[in-house]
Structures are given as C-alpha cells and as structure tokens.
C-alpha cells in the first residue's frame, strides 16, 4: 500500500508558481510578473516566466521590494496575451505556491477575466514546511531557505522565488514519510485553505455551537473579533471562499492562532463580540469600531407654548427623552407616538410642508397646529407620550444554557443591560439582586441596548419581568 501512494505522489504533476503583484490583494490589483515551474513529484520538468504588464501604476514601495518598474512592464505583454498558455500549463496540475492563498487569487481571478476557469487542488509550502521540517524561528521563503541551505536567487522576483520553491518542494516530499502532502490534497483536508501560520489542530478544535472567535497575529495580540451561530462553520467560511478581498488576505498572511469563547444563544454571542470589539479595537474589525452616530427624541416649548418633539442627534448639553441607534428607528417610534398619543405630526416635525395636517385629515390631531386645541390639553398627552418611552423596565432573558444542567441569563435593570451568564438550571430567578451576584457584569453600549430590547420584544416568553 506504502509503494501504491508513493507511486501516486510521483505520477501527481505540480506546478509551482510564484507571481509578483502590484499590491496584497487581487480584487484590486494586478500582476507584474509569474513564474511557472513544472514538477513531476521528483525533478522540474519544465518552466516558464514572464513580466506583465498590468496597466496600472506600480507603487513605490513595491518597486523598492522587487526592484520591477513602470518603465520595465510597459512594454510587457498583458496577461490576456499569456492566459491562454498559463492555463494550460495549470490546469490539470496541483498549484503550489509559498503561501499559495495570495498568489492563487490572483492567478485565478486574472485567468476568469480572460474567459478562463482554473479548478485545481493547492498544496502551500509554508504549511508544509511547518509540518514536515518543524522547529525553525521563521518560515518565510528567504528564511527557510537559508536554515536549509537551499540556494535563493533574485530574491522577491518570480523565477528566483519560484525555482527556490521548487527546491524547498523537492526536498520536502523526500522527507514526506507519512505522505502528508496527499493527505492534504483530499477533499476533506483544510491544510490548502487555513492561514499558512495557524495549526490545523486549532482548527479542529473548534466548537459547532454558537459563540465568539478570535484571531491572533504572530505576538497574540488579537486582531479581529468575530461571533457565529456555529464557531465552526463560519471560521472555515472565512478561508473556504473565492473572495478576492483585502480582509480575506489580512487574515491569511497575519493570523497565527485560533481560539473562542463558547455561548448558549447567538445573541450572547453578540454581545459578547460587541464588548470585545469595544474592549480590544483589533485591527480588522470596523463596523462597530466607529463612532456611534446616536440619535435622540428631544423636547421643548415653542413660542405659543405647546410642547414640540423632534428627532435630532445627541446633544450633549441636552437630555433626550429617548435615545436609539438608526434614524428609521426614531421615526418609526414617533410616528407610533403620533398615533396613540393623538398628537400633531406637524408639532413633532414629521410632517414638514407647509400643506394641510394630515393629522387633521386623518382624525387624529385634535388642531393644536392651528391653535384650535389649548396648549394645556395637548402638553399633557406629550407628556404622558413621553412618560412612556422613559418607562425603564427591569427583565432577565432566560434560555438554554451550555449544557442541559445550566440555564443561561441576560440581565437588563431600569432598561439598561448590566449582566449576563450562566446559572444553574433548578435555581429559580426572583431576586434580582441575587441574581446580580452570579452573572458576570458587562459595559452597556447603545447596539447591546438595542440588540437587547429587540430581542426581548420579538420573544417575550423568554423574558422575565421583575
């Protein structure tokens, strides 16, 4: 059996790449040079190079790291001219490549625009390399080749890189006594799609449950935060995709650790994933990084002493009677307001023309618009309008905890989120105060208010009012 797979690894064609590009992502960059290295599982069998011209401007920093200028791509073929003869020594071939997530998207998105659809399997030396010859500081391609004493020349050029590659290959399927590298070319393997730095045993490691995971950069210093219904499925979705994007590459080159935090629910997952973002800013994440654009419904008596809402953003000096998080959402409640409260929707600025009230029209303004009702009757129904909205209710959201013995609790006191966590599954929940006591506190943030209360109005027989 052992000569049987041997004899496959063989007969398996390679074809080592390597390609210098004008950026770190495809989708928004181009090639300026590919390399092709043809390997018949023993020996290279065949080769090809060439400078591209990519018809867009070559940084800088990236003509002091290659040392290929505007001047050298010009007259260049592009790559639509060598797709054809690119593809063909690809396709059908395993694609290999130091890091092969980086230069795969490239090649592959550039072989599409061209009419082209390369479909083939991936091997990645840096993950090879850290599995078959473990132990080294550093697994760059000039590193390692320097701990190997494989010859590296015309370091960070196509043909150079890539002929080195192709020796660092050699030598690893000489010690690939486990066959390792057709282990990773099975239809299951993850070792082709994971970051090139991260252990596929982290990877296993990861829960089918709902929770919080982080990345790491090569110091542990988390560098995206993310939260999932199933920790497992949505890291793999990470990786497993097409996506040509800058986030997708960030991941790739600067994740080298794995871990998570398991929840009972998704929306703990949730809100633990907002704390953690506030908590640690990592690099990657951006959404919930900016600055909150707060909205509020404010309060005050015009010239003729009728009492006027309108929606506005936070005021510092001024205290909103209600806060929330997206303009649509403060409409949609002072529209509610309007309706239950009878109240004028040209008083609360909703409606703005100068045309009749619709409020009128509809029955439901009582003529305060027009002076028709005193400003004393109309006042009260603003202020109990406003009574309302600052009811600050005190609940808990109990659901299923980790395991069956556990139940699991959001806490919420005078409509503010303090706490969550886990309790045990035969306590029963009347002291809040108690009930304080075990749960581990957390920072309120106006998404986790939102989230929260949402939550809790869409599920109500999840909720326990105190």
Known sequence: MENTILAVAFFTMYAIVDIETTGSYASGNGI???AIMLHDGQQVTGQFQSLVNPHQHI????????????????????????????????????????????????????????????????????????????????????????????????????????????????????????????????????????????????????????????????????????????????????????????????????????????CATELMAQILESTEIKKRWPIYNYSQKRQEQLYGIFAYEDRNGYQRLIIEKNKARLEAVHTFHYLTEGHTLLRRLIQEYRLCPKLCFIQTSND????????????????????????????????????????????????PQEQSCILVWKGEFVAMGYIASDIQISDIDQLRDMLTPYKENLFIRNLVHSYADKYPQRVRKF
Do not use: W
């Open 59 to 262: 940084p800088r920093y990236i003509t002091a790291l290659t040392g290929i200028t505007n001047e050298m791509v010009e007259a260049a073929p592009s790559f639509a001219d060598i797709a054809e003869q690119v593809y063909q020594l690809l396709d059908g071939r395993v694609f290999v490549a130091h890091s092969v997530n980086f230069d795969y998207p490239f090649v592959k998105g550039q072989l599409s625009k061209c009419g082209y659809e390369l479909q083939v399997k991936k091997l990645c030396t840096v993950r090879l390399s850290r599995k078959l010859a473990p132990g080294f500081p550093s697994y760059s391609l000039g590193n390692l080749c320097h701990s190997l004493g494989i010859p590296l020349e015309d370091r960070h050029r196509a043909a150079g890189d890539a002929a080195a590659t192709a020796r660092l290959f050699s030598y690893l399927l000489q010690r690939d006594e486990e066959k390792f590298i057709l282990k990773s070319l099975q239809r299951n393997s993850k070792e082709t799609i994971l970051p090139p730095h991260v252990p596929k045993e982290q990877f296993d490691q990861l829960p089918y449950t709902p929770g919080v995971y982080y990345f790491h950069d090569d110091k542990g210093k988390v560098i995206y935060v993310g939260k999932a219904r199933n920790i497992r499925y949505r890291v793999n979705s990470h990786f497993s995709n097409n996506s040509q994007s800058r986030q997708k590459q960030n991941f790739l080159r600067h994740t080298h650790q794995i871990s998570y935090q398991p």
């Open 356 to 403: 009749r009230c619709v409020g009128l029209e509809d029955g439901y303004c009582d003529g305060a618009c027009e002076h028709e009702e005193d400003a004393y009757t109309y006042n009260e129904r603003v202020r109990a309008a406003m009574r309302s909205v600052q009811e600050r209710p005190s609940f808990v959201i109990v659901e299923e905890g980790r395991q």
């Open 32 to 34: 300026t040079e590919i």
